[in-house]
C-alpha cells in the first residue's frame, strides 16, 4: 500500500503489523499550502486566531498542516475555526469569502491560483509546518507478515518503484502525458513530483514524524518507535 507517512505511523500506532519498505514522493515545494485571500490581511498565524479555516477532513493531513503552522508559532490552536469543506469548493469559498483561509491539495491550488491571479496569498507550504515531509511525505508499506514470507517480491517491488521514479525524473514531459492519459486530468494542472532519493527512508525523518504526531495528540507517547516502522533492507543502495 503506498500512502502517506502520517497514516502510515496511525495504523501503527493503533496496532496495525505493517512495515514501510521504500519512500515515494516528498514535498519541496508545498503538495498541500495553506492561502488566504490578497489584500485580507491575513499574512502569518497570528491572524488566523478567531477565523475560519476550510480543510477537506478533520483528521486529514491538511488538517496537520494548519496545527503544524499555527502551533509552531506558539498558537492555540483551539482558537482557530475549522470547517469541513470539499476540495473541489474550497478555492470558490475562499474567492466568496465564506471562509477566511484554506487547505489545498496542488492540483486544486495550481487550477484557483492560475484562474485567479494575484488573488490568494500564500500562508504556509506543507514542508514549512511539517518539516519532515520534505524528506518523508509518502511510503510504500507491506504487512510485517508478507515481508518476512515473501523478501524476493517485496525486493521486487521496490526495483520496480525505483526504476518508475528514475523514469519519471529523466522523461517528466512523457511523465505528464502518461499520468494526464490515465486520470484523464488537464496536463497543465499536474505537477510532477519529486521522489526521496533512491527510494531510501530517511531515518532522521521518520523519527521526526514520531515526534510531531505526539507533539500535536495524534498518537500517543512511545506508540510507535522512532525507528521501529520502516527498513532499507530491500532497497540495495540505500
Same mark, same amino acid.
Given at each position: 500500500?503506498?500512502?502517506?507517512?502520517?497514516?502510515?505511523?496511525?495504523?501503527?500506532?493503533?496496532?496495525?503489523?505493517?512495515?514501510? &519498505?521504500?519512500?515515494?514522493?516528498?514535498? +519541496?515545494?508545498?503538495?498541500?499550502?495553506?492561502?488566504?485571500?490578497?489584500?485580507?490581511?491575513?499574512?502569518?498565524?497570528?491572524?488566523?486566531?478567531?477565523?475560519?479555516?476550510?480543510?477537506?477532513?478533520?483528521?486529514?493531513?491538511?488538517?496537520?498542516?494548519?496545527?503544524?503552522?499555527?502551533?509552531?508559532?506558539?498558537?492555540?490552536?483551539?482558537?482557530?475555526?475549522?470547517? +469541513? &469543506?470539499?476540495?473541489?469548493?474550497?478555492?470558490?469559498?475562499?474567492?466568496?469569502?465564506?471562509?477566511?483561509?484554506?487547505?489545498?491539495?496542488?492540483?486544486?491550488?495550481?487550477?484557483?491560483?492560475?484562474?485567479?491571479?494575484?488573488?490568494?496569498?500564500?500562508?504556509?507550504?506543507?514542508?514549512?509546518?511539517?518539516?519532515?515531509?520534505?524528506?518523508?511525505?509518502?511510503?510504500? +508499506?507491506?504487512?510485517?507478515?508478507?515481508?518476512?514470507?515473501?523478501?524476493?517480491?517485496?525486493?521486487?517491488?521496490?526495483?520496480?518503484?525505483?526504476?518508475?521514479?528514475?523514469?519519471?525524473?529523466?522523461?517528466?514531459?512523457?511523465?505528464?502525458?502518461?499520468?494526464?492519459?490515465?486520470?484523464?486530468?488537464?496536463?497543465?494542472?499536474?505537477?510532477?513530483?519529486?521522489?526521496?532519493?533512491?527510494?531510501?527512508?530517511?531515518?532522521?525523518?521518520?523519527?521526526?514524524?514520531?515526534?510531531?504526531?505526539?507533539?500535536?495528540? &495524534?498518537?500517543?507517547?512511545?506508540?510507535?518507535?522512532? +525507528?521501529?516502522?520502516?527498513?532499507?533492507?530491500?532497497?540495495?543502495?540505500?
Amino acid at each position: 500500500q503506498g500512502w502517506g507517512a502520517p497514516p502510515t505511523i496511525q495504523a501503527l500506532a493503533g496496532g496495525a503489523k505493517i512495515t514501510t &519498505v521504500l519512500a515515494g514522493i516528498i514535498s +519541496t515545494d508545498g503538495d498541500f499550502r495553506l492561502y488566504s485571500l490578497a489584500g485580507s490581511g491575513i499574512t502569518s498565524a497570528k491572524d488566523l486566531i478567531g477565523k475560519t479555516v476550510g480543510i477537506h477532513n478533520p483528521g486529514s493531513y491538511a488538517d496537520y498542516i494548519l496545527a503544524g503552522f499555527v502551533k509552531g508559532a506558539g498558537l492555540d490552536l483551539a482558537k482557530v475555526r475549522r470547517l +469541513t &469543506v470539499p476540495l473541489p469548493s474550497m478555492c470558490q469559498a475562499l474567492l466568496s469569502k465564506q471562509i477566511d483561509a484554506v487547505a489545498l491539495y496542488s492540483l486544486f491550488y495550481v487550477a484557483c491560483t492560475r484562474k485567479n491571479p494575484g488573488k490568494l496569498h500564500l500562508l504556509a507550504k506543507d514542508n514549512d509546518a511539517l518539516p519532515p515531509s520534505a524528506r518523508l511525505y509518502s511510503a510504500y +508499506t507491506f504487512t510485517t507478515e508478507y515481508t518476512e514470507k515473501n523478501p524476493d517480491i517485496v525486493r521486487a517491488f521496490v526495483a520496480g518503484m525505483k526504476d518508475a521514479m528514475a523514469f519519471i525524473d529523466k522523461n517528466p514531459e512523457a511523465a505528464t502525458k502518461i499520468i494526464a492519459k490515465r486520470t484523464g486530468l488537464p496536463e497543465n494542472l499536474l505537477l510532477i513530483p519529486k521522489f526521496a532519493k533512491g527510494g531510501c527512508i530517511d531515518a532522521g525523518a521518520a523519527a521526526e514524524w514520531i515526534k510531531i504526531l505526539t507533539d500535536l495528540d &495524534v498518537i500517543k507517547a512511545g506508540s510507535v518507535k522512532p +525507528t521501529g516502522w520502516f527498513t532499507n533492507k530491500f532497497n540495495p543502495g540505500c
